[in-house]
């Protein structure tokens, strides 16, 4: 009966679900117009605290803003409730896109309309790359993580830890001085991070699992593959769905095609360069979180195995992306006031920030390089289109005048006509 009282305004987390274009800066005013202005369910200064707190937290800052949204008002019954109405909408569109890309394939169909989605797909992620670098990017030490981010990862790209172990570095490389961000106060001594076991137990069993079955050559050694690398990404994300992007290009389009892998012979989960990258484009014109990719990702890998198996890769890469979001936020948040009393964490925050950026940057030129560099220097045509369409959706974004749905028409509309 309780939770009747609540069918209001998880009536109005629905329609938010299917009308939050824009990524999470568009989500975010959207919550301040619906669960601040209109129902009053926070304060502006509550909201505007909920979301500086997830920003501190690899996941889905969004995600996480209105899971905390529907906490503060009904506990944790009702804020897990909030999540799922949140993300099923666009979660069921992305599995379905995966469904119907492989339909293509089968059926031989030009898939000429999506030619100019991957390109826009790198234009989004060079505009969050110069976005970011005005916020994180304002001294010499977050210059100079930038700069070997995006180094190391163009360099690195190949390396499946090169992207945690920068985050890792820069979270403690702005740690050794405390002249920017000094402690203020005295914190407190004793912090209960009893919950945080059910999400390093979960980290570490399905990495057991996960490769325990790869050693050992399981039947159906894939679930377990994807869950481990599904949850893996979606708990080391800093920065939301444009930094998870180039995560799982590495992970399924780049990694399987490594000389190691290769010679190894070892069976990875892998998708088509052209399949991910339409899918990482598409995603933008739907309403609900970027991290709905994940259902597109986990239909994608078992696009071999069959209807039922596929339809499973959907549902274990929905529940695996946002469950370390769900966990971290939830467990996080009761010992919150504490916690921003440590000056540690903000600075451990400026770093990771400035190697976020340097990541995405990195990761903007090595796409670049390896979808259109060596067509454009044979002086093939599509080559230069490649680019102009990732320079303008650049332009486009960045004058903030035409919504991101209606640039991912247009790409639609471009390779249709072409």
Excluded at 39 to 47: A, F, G, P, W, Y
Excluded at 236 to 263: A, C, N, S, W
Excluded at 296 to 324: E, Q, R, Y
Aim: net charge positive; with cysteine.
């Amino acid at each position: 009966m309780i939770l009747f009282r609540h069918i209001p305004f998880l009536k109005a987390v629905f329609l938010h679900s299917v009308t939050a274009f824009g990524g999470p800066q568009g989500h975010m005013g959207m919550m301040m117009k619906t669960f601040v202005n209109r129902r009053k369910d926070v304060t502006e200064s509550e909201l505007m605290e909920y979301n500086g707190f997830c920003q501190l937290l690899p996941g889905a800052s969004s995600t996480q803003t209105l899971t905390l949204i529907g906490y503060k008002r009904g506990g944790l019954s009702l804020a897990i409730l909030t999540l799922i109405i949140w993300i099923l909408p666009a979660s069921i569109i992305m599995g379905a896109l995966s469904f119907l890309i492989d339909y293509m394939d089968d059926m031989h169909m030009p898939e000429g309309i999506f030619q100019f989605v991957q390109p826009m797909a790198i234009g989004f992620i060079a505009y969050s790359s110069f976005r970011f670098f005005g916020i994180a990017v304002h001294n010499t030490i977050t210059q100079v993580i930038m700069a070997v981010a995006t180094l190391a990862t163009f360099l690195a790209f190949k390396t499946p830890w090169v992207f945690p172990g920068l985050i890792l570095l820069a979270g403690i490389t702005t740690n050794f001085s405390d002249r920017r961000i000094p402690q203020k106060g005295i914190p407190p001594k004793k912090i209960k991070w009893g919950n945080m076991l059910i999400f390093l137990a979960l980290f570490g069993i399905a990495g057991y699992l996960s490769e325990t079955a790869t050693r050992q050559n399981w039947p159906n050694r894939k679930p377990f593959n994807l869950f481990e690398m599904t949850f893996r990404n979606g708990s080391m994300v800093f920065g939301g769905g444009d930094v998870l992007m180039p995560l799982m290009y590495e992970q399924y389009v780049t990694r399987p095609e490594t000389k190691h892998i290769q010679e190894s012979g070892r069976e990875v989960l892998k998708i088509k360069k052209e399949h991910f990258l339409t899918g990482s484009g598409l995603v933008r014109a739907i309403p609900g979180p970027v991290f709905s990719i994940g259902s597109f990702t986990g239909g994608m890998v078992m696009s071999n195995d069959g209807l039922a198996m596929k339809l499973l890769g959907c549902v274990i890469g929905t529940i695996a992306i946002f469950l370390p979001s769900a966990l971290l936020v939830l467990f996080f948040f009761p010992v919150w006031h504490n916690l921003k009393k440590y000056a540690v964490i903000f600075r451990s925050l400026e770093g990771i920030n400035a190697a976020v950026v340097g990541i995405m940057a990195g990761a903007t030129c090595y796409l670049i390089k390896d979808n259109f560099l060596f067509p454009l220097l044979s002086f093939k045509g599509i080559a230069f289109m490649d680019l102009a369409v990732v320079f303008v959706t650049f332009i486009l974004l960045n004058t903030n005048r035409i919504p991101a749905p209606f640039i991912v028409i247009g790409s639609l509309l471009l390779g249709w006509l072409i």
